[in-house]
């Protein structure tokens, strides 16, 4: 069973620009979440979807902003990119939203 | 406010040597506790999920106890592939998932 794929893996844009990131959940999982992962702040939550709907939003800015496709994939953009914006931003799904998250191998943002 | 902490920051360990990982929390309900690995460049990889207070859960050579304010990671007899970062994560009532900043290890031959 293939795992949650995020697309690209790697990016560099520059301050001001936006960005879209991409995620495609395990075959099966309705359930989306999002996350930005710094050295100094840790795991911290952006967002989740569930079947379109998003459910639980963390405290982030509102430059921060995603949603769900019908066939359960993923997207969120960063617009206005700020130089603190960098980070590993990780995808997880889960087969319903009380179960454990797997996560996909990350998209490691750089801002110039 | 809803809080995990994770100690210590960092842990060496020679190989062979047992030692124990420890994640507190202040929730407001817990719903689940999870345990992660995470190694560099790499997303976390689920490893326990701990549902009540007295449970256990075991993998290999990781152990993982629940308490009500708190969870350990016990790691029996360590190899240097079990080098990585141990993240602890806490999914309240509104199934949110509250993580902890992790635990570092380093395995030594």
């Known amino acids: 069973k293939a795992g949650v794929t995020q697309t690209p893996r790697y990016l560099i844009k520059t301050r001001g620009q936006q960005v879209t990131l991409s995620c495609s959940p395990i075959s099966g999982h309705r359930s989306v979440s999002w996350y930005q992962q710094t050295p100094g702040q840790g795991l911290q939550f952006l967002f989740e979807y569930f079947s379109e709907t998003q459910r639980n939003k963390g405290n982030f800015p509102g430059r921060f902003s995603g949603r769900q496709f019908s066939n359960s994939r993923s997207e969120m953009n960063v617009s206005t990119l700020e130089l603190g914006d960098s980070a590993l931003y990780l995808c997880a799904s889960t087969l319903d939203v009380a179960n454990e998250q797997f996560f996909g191998p990350g998209t490691r943002l750089t801002v110039l | 406010e809803d809080q995990v902490t994770q100690s210590p920051e960092a842990l060496r360990l020679q190989e062979g040597e047992s030692s124990s990982l420890n994640c507190s929390y202040t929730v407001s309900g817990l719903r689940g506790l999870f345990w992660y690995r995470q190694d560099p460049g790499k997303g976390p990889e689920f490893l326990f999920t701990?549902?009540?207070a007295g449970e256990e859960k075991e993998k290999e050579r990781l152990k993982a106890t629940l308490t009500k304010k708190e969870s350990f990671l016990h790691i029996t007899a360590p190899k240097p592939e079990d080098s990585a970062t141990y993240l602890c994560a806490v999914q309240v009532f509104t199934d949110k998932l509250i993580f902890g900043t992790g635990t570092r290890l380093q395995v030594f031959p």
């Open positions: 701990l549902y009540s």
